[in-house]
């Protein structure tokens, strides 16, 4: 098949630009779909489907449950393949297109459909999207990292450029999605409509699948066993209650979880927030793009840096100044509402936490894959990556159902919009705490928990040099 990979099969050489680019293109495309379903589903099934919104969020609660299996089974099945492209990257191949379709199905709620049917076509569409096409892309393209390069810091690199390329996924989404709406639409006024939203998300999956096919095609998998310089035999196969057992075993595969569930949180809090926030407490969804952008540039910006930082001071460190940067941020947008100004200085403190916290994220998670691998014996690349990849959707989706929740309980009323009637002050309240306080509790968390209970690099050091390992 015809490749543009870096040409070595060395998998503890670095990888060429090319093939660094290549990978991180992929993260580019998913992402896009996960900001647009992120940023816009929720306002999508209230303002233009007109369904309520405690509803949607029961139904993508629900969901949560089997996503989580999926992720579980899909690890497997990366762990069990064996093809000429390698272990993930036919899964890249076979289900992007998939995913690009059923993406533009969950944004075309029948009009004419019963009301009752529409929650069953949601629900259907929903886990169809995440439940088997994002599971079956986002785990193999994770367990990528692992697989292309057993080199410690080409695997951070590799984690860092990824992020990067996610970053640049949601400014894209954040600069373009709404001129999109308003272009495909009658008129400026009328943006939200069934034909901007079809016509939006038809372009974008168009690139979505152009960005994954590249993953494809300018990778190599170059690891097909266990270091070879571990004294003990590595299992390669066993059994799911053996491999899930030695993630359980593994308390930096567990806190790398529960890290990612609570991000992942925090992010669906403050995009879905910031929807809200524009359109309710600065009366204008167009003010949503300096919001959003404030983060998502100084977060680009900052990781063209973090490799290096991460070069000099490590990963842990890096990763727990983000979340106390994120934690700063949260706290000091709520005080300075009578300023835009500091509100974007806000925003980049944001930003610069989720571009350093994010860059470290992934090669935290590959580092302690193999620390658990070096401990047990056990290989557990597939479904220590699917776990991680389990941990972001149930994040996103209890954190889209419980902000629902929260905005129904408020006492949310799209229809009122329609009348030019004012939303209650209940709204604007719940609106401000989910994007603002609820974050900041939960960054300041894993901030702690960083700083006093995760020592990965040491004790990673330490076990290498016990097997005889030498980076």
């Known amino acids: ?46 303002n233009v489907a007109f369904l309520d919104a405690a509803i949607i969020s029961t139904l993508i609660a629900a969901s949560k449950l089997f996503d989580g299996v999926s992720d579980l089974i899909v690890g497997r099945m990366v762990d069990n393949t064996n093809s000429k492209l390698g272990k993930a990257r036919p899964w890249l191949l076979r289900m992007t297109i998939p995913f690009a379709i059923a993406t533009l199905l969950l944004f075309y709620v029948p009009a004419n459909f019963p009301t009752a049917l529409k929650y069953v076509y949601v629900f259907i569409m929903y886990n169809l999207v995440n439940t088997v096409f994002l599971t079956t892309i986002q785990v193999p393209y994770y367990s990528l990292i692992s697989l292309l390069t057993r080199n410690a810091y080409e695997r951070g690199f590799l984690g860092n450029i990824q992020q990067i390329f996610q970053t640049l996924g949601n400014v894209f989404i954040n600069s373009v999605f709404t001129i999109l709406l308003i272009k495909f639409s009658s008129s400026a006024e009328t943006y939200m409509t069934q034909q901007s939203f079809t016509l939006t998300i038809a372009s974008i999956m168009v690139l979505m699948v152009i960005a994954n096919f590249i993953t494809v095609f300018t990778t190599k998998e170059r690891v097909f066993d266990n270091p070879s310089e571990v004294s003990e035999k590595v299992e390669d196969k066993v059994p799911v209650k053996d491999a899930v057992k030695s993630l359980l075993s593994n308390k930096y595969w567990l806190m790398m979880f529960f890290t990612m569930l609570v991000v992942f949180f925090v992010i669906i809090f403050y995009s879905i927030g910031g929807v809200y926030y524009a359109i309710y407490i600065f009366g204008d969804m167009g003010q949503l793009s300096w919001m959003n952008n404030a983060i998502s540039i100084s977060q680009f910006a900052i990781m063209f840096a973090t490799p290096f930082f ?162």
């Open 310 to 471: 991460m070069k000099k001071f490590g990963k842990r460190p890096i990763f727990a100044l983000g979340m106390l940067l994120l934690t700063l941020g949260f706290l000091g947008f709520g005080f300075v509402e009578s300023s835009k100004t500091l509100m974007i200085v806000f925003n980049v403190l944001k930003g610069l936490g989720l571009g350093m916290s994010g860059g470290m994220a992934m090669g935290l998670v590959a580092d302690a894959i193999l620390y658990g691998q070096l401990k047990s014996g056990i290989n557990a690349v597939g479904l220590g990556n699917a776990g991680v990849s389990a941990a972001q959707k149930i994040g996103l989706g209890l954190g889209q159902a419980i902000f629902g929740w929260i905005m129904s309980g408020a006492g949310f009323n799209p229809a009122l919009d329609a009348q030019g009637i004012a939303q209650p002050e209940s709204v604007t309240t719940a609106i401000r705490l989910m994007y603002n306080y609820v974050p900041m509790g939960m960054t300041a968390l894993v901030f702690i928990m960083m700083l006093v209970f995760f020592n990965l690099d040491r004790d990673l050091k330490a076990l290498k040099e016990e097997k005889g390992i030498v980076d």
């Open 1 to 46: 098949m015809l490749s543009f990979a870096t040409k070595h099969e060395d998998p503890e050489k670095t990888l060429g630009w090319n093939e660094r680019i290549g990978y991180a293109s992929g993260a580019f495309g998913w992402n896009m779909v996960n900001g647009i379903i992120g940023t816009f589903l929720t306002v999508y099934f209230t």
